[in-house]
């Protein structure tokens, strides 16, 4: 085996996005809540159609629903959320099957709640910043070229098999051997 295999999260080892479940466990579900949800479709629309980036709309998230939170809520919210994160198919019959010193997660997800649904594996995730104790905006966005920059980073190379829905993974996807493309937990093999 030539490389890791590497495994996106959200719509990959899950059948949905986790990022508005997680704003919304750290924020209550209240009427505030639905207001900043409001906004951001408003700039996930601005996404869409490619006025604004992936970076600017994590950090627009990131400043409407976590800015000011303490630390330790945060870590609480976390643990609460991953408990209810539900894993597909391809979670319980690739992830699983593929032998944990050679899998890792790269996902644009927050790394500190996928860190409580995977201890013990090696996670490339999201990252936000703290002052003072509480989160003051987003560290870093693992999406796209950051993947595949942190995988160099880590001294990795190549890569023998990519798991994930999406071609925002493009970079991740050419240094594999094999990718497999995740859509309504299927997989189809895809030449890069």
């Known amino acids: 085996m030539k490389g890791p295999i590497v495994f996106d999260f959200d719509k990959t080892l899950t059948d949905r996005d986790t990022l508005i479940g997680f704003y919304k466990i ?8 639905k207001i900043k ?13 490619k006025i604004i ?3 600017h709309l994590k950090k627009v998230g990131v400043a409407l629903f976590l800015v000011g939170v303490q630390k330790s809520i ?11 994160i539900k894993l597909n198919n391809i979670y319980y019959e690739h992830f699983l099957n593929t032998p944990r010193e050679n899998r890792i997660i790269a996902s ?7 860190k409580e649904i995977f201890p013990s594996d090696k996670i490339y995730g999201s990252q ?8 003051k905006g987003l560290e870093k966005n693992m999406f796209g070229r950051e ?11 190549k890569i ?7 071609y925002s993974d493009l970079p991740i996807m050419e240094m594999a051997e094999k990718v497999f493309l995740i859509k309504n937990n299927r997989i189809k093999k895809i030449k890069i």
């Open 74 to 84: 945060i870590e609480d919210k976390s643990r609460e959320y991953a408990k209810n």
């Open 128 to 135: 936000l910043s703290y002052e003072n104790g509480k989160i």
């Open 26 to 33: 750290v924020n209550e579900n209240n009427l505030l809540f």
């Open 147 to 157: 993947k595949m920059e942190k995988l160099l980073e880590s001294g990795i190379t």
């Open 53 to 55: 980036g992936n970076d």
């Open 37 to 49: 949800k409001t906004i951001l479709i408003f700039f996930s629309v601005l996404y869409k159609i």
């Open 160 to 166: 023998n098999t990519v798991y994930t829905d999406s």
């Open 108 to 114: 644009a997800s927050f790394e500190i709640y996928l």
